[in-house]
Nanobody
Framework: QVQLVESGGGLVQPGGSLRLSCAASGIIVSTYSMSWFRQGPGKQREWVAQIDSGGKLRYDDHAKGRFTISRDNAKNTVYLQMNNLNPEDTAVYYC?????????WGQGTQVTVSS
């Protein structure tokens, strides 16, 4: 059974940083395409960043230059380092693991950017 547990969210001031973690069990993250998505208040869920099984990184335009996705194979965990946060980054952030037609989600972690 796949389980993804996100953590690291919280309240941060504009310009601040957070590092989100996605701890996986039931899968080996290095063999999956791992992504971060987010869903802001009143908005649809949107893709943020991806690291594929080969280690290739992809980012949505709003994340480029500010966010970094990475993984620690030994800890079977994927991270999202977020810098220079702004209020528009306020959202619930979700981890996704995809392999073929299989797709699993975590429960999400809230990120609030406010002064």
């Amino acid at each position: 059974q796949v389980q993804l547990v996100e953590s690291g969210g919280g309240l941060v001031q504009p310009g601040g940083s957070l590092r989100l973690s996605c701890a996986a069990s039931g899968i080996i993250v290095s063999t999956y395409s791992m992504s971060w998505f987010r869903q802001g208040p009143g908005k649809q869920r949107e893709w943020v960043a991806q690291i594929d099984s080969g280690g290739k990184l992809r980012y949505d335009d709003h994340a480029k230059g500010r966010f970094t996705i990475s993984r620690d194979n030994a800890k079977n965990t994927v991270y999202l380092q977020m810098n220079n946060l702004n209020p528009e980054d306020t959202a619930v952030y979700y981890c996704n693991a995809k392999l073929g037609f299989s797709s699993s989600w975590g429960q999400g972690t809230q990120v609030t950017v406010s002064s």
